[in-house]
Structure formats: structure tokens, C-alpha cells
């Protein structure tokens, strides 16, 4: 995350500053005494090589932070735009990531900038949040080597699409953009998707049917299966909530 990065880069600093006060420390250990100046500069140098691994590993998650973002930008973020908008990322040495939205209404106009907080309503805000979320989990799997479902809990409602063909689109892009980033390491994503609204589902559906291994279904209340959904096992009751649209 953001704030563990900066942290990260404190603890660095702290390190550093510490480092040079060992430096010009041993710059002033008398001659005679040699067994404290090797022992000072066999600990300066090997925290320091230490201090510059550590920020050469932050550096690539740094880089590849920016490239998801970009990657996702390009792909999702862009189809949620207007014409007039634009919006750019970057990456600070202290590890936040700024974002900054250009608004003209002509084109030999000088851009505004805003932040995104500021100038998106509150769907297209929640949408760049999620966008975040899934750069970061990206970042995770690639880094460390992982695999996780992404899981989307009703984020979504009709209401706030002007074409709900936009949520499949939005779905399948993640997969695009995942894909891209993973092309040479074997790391599938898996996307668990809840909904209660219908028109929602059935955009979703329409928007990932060409993805191999897609499931669709529905959650019951416990008191709502039927009873051959239901397995017992001595006295225990199994009761299977997830019906299968189709087989």
C-alpha cells in the first residue's frame, strides 16, 4: 500500500542518516586505533549495501505500481472519461500516487487540473477507488509471487450506468488488462462478482460470456432450498445455497 511504502521510505532515511553519522564517525577514529575502524567500516558497509537493495526493490514496485495504473487507465478508466477529461498519474519518490484530472471545455483551452476526490461524482469516484484496489492487488500477485480472487461485493447498481453494457466491458478489461501483465507467468485470475441487482447480472453475464470457465448462479437463505439441496450426513445437515443457472 501507499502508507506502507512511505514508511518504508522513513525507515530508509532514518537508516541513512544513521549511516552517516557511523561515516563521520569513523573519519575521526584515531589511526592507532585499527581493529575499530575496520569493525565501523565492515558495518557501515554492509548496511549500506543493505539500505541500497532495499531501495532498489522499492523502486520496481514503484515502477510496476505506475504501469498497472496506466494499464488499467487505458483499458477501464477511459470509457468512464469525457472527451474534455483526461487524467494523468504519477508516482512521487516518497511512494504517493497522485492523480490529477484535466477538464477543458474547448479544445485551445488551458486544462484545469482537479483532484479526483473534488471532481468525480460519487459513482465515478467509487469506480477510480476500485480501479486502485485492483492496481494494487496486481502488484501483490506479481511482487510476491501470489494468487487470489479479486471479489466484488454489489459495488455495482443499475442505476449507475447510462449503458449497462459498460459493466461487462468493465469485467472483461480487468481480464485484458490482467492478461497483459501476466503474459509470462502462469497466475490466473479468478473474479467472484455478487450482485443483487438483475439488469446488473444479466449486463455482467453478457459481457463475459466468450471468458472460458465463467459459472453464473444464485445464493439462497438456508430456508429457501429445497430439499433435495439438502445433505445429511449422520446428523448433520449440509444445505447447498448456490443453484447453477445452467449445468
Excluded: W
Excluded at 495504473?69 to 472519461?81: A, G, I
Excluded at 461485493?153 to 449507475?160: A, N
Excluded at 466491458?169 to 480487468?174: A, E, H, L, V
Amino acid at each position: 500500500s501507499q502508507d506502507s511504502d512511505r514508511d518504508a521510505i522513513k525507515i530508509i532515511k532514518e537508516i541513512s542518516d544513521v549511516l552517516s553519522q557511523i561515516e563521520s564517525t569513523v573519519d575521526h577514529v584515531p589511526e592507532t586505533d585499527e581493529s575499530i575502524r575496520n569493525r565501523y567500516q565492515s558495518h557501515y558497509g554492509h548496511l549500506k549495501s543493505l539500505i541500497e537493495g532495499i531501495e532498489e526493490e522499492l523502486e520496481k514496485i514503484r515502477i510496476e505500481i505506475l504501469s498497472n495504473t496506466n494499464s488499467l487507465k487505458d483499458e477501464v478508466l477511459s470509457d468512464f472519461l469525457m472527451p474534455s477529461e483526461e487524467i494523468n498519474f504519477v508516482l512521487s519518490n516518497e511512494g504517493k500516487l497522485h492523480a490529477t484530472i484535466y477538464f477543458k471545455k474547448e479544445e485551445k483551452e488551458k486544462a484545469i487540473p482537479f483532484e479526483p476526490k473534488v471532481y468525480f461524482n460519487s459513482f465515478r469516484y467509487k469506480f477510480y477507488c476500485i480501479l486502485l484496489k485492483i492496481v494494487a492487488a496486481f502488484t501483490v500477485k506479481k511482487y510476491f509471487n501470489l494468487n487470489f480472487p479479486l471479489i466484488f461485493d454489489d459495488i455495482f447498481y443499475s442505476s449507475d450506468f447510462s449503458n449497462r453494457d459498460k459493466v461487462g466491458d468493465f469485467i472483461s478489461s480487468i481480464y485484458k488488462v490482467h492478461n497483459k501483465i501476466f503474459k509470462e507467468i502462469d497466475s490466473p485470475l479468478q473474479i467472484i462478482f455478487f450482485t443483487h441487482d438483475d439488469l446488473i447480472l444479466e449486463a455482467a453475464m453478457k459481457g463475459t460470456m466468450n471468458l472460458d470457465n465463467a459459472l453464473y448462479g444464485r445464493l439462497f437463505f438456508y430456508n429457501e432450498v429445497q430439499e433435495e439441496d439438502v445433505r445429511k450426513e449422520d446428523r448433520t445437515e449440509f444445505y447447498n445455497l448456490y443453484i447453477p443457472f445452467t449445468e
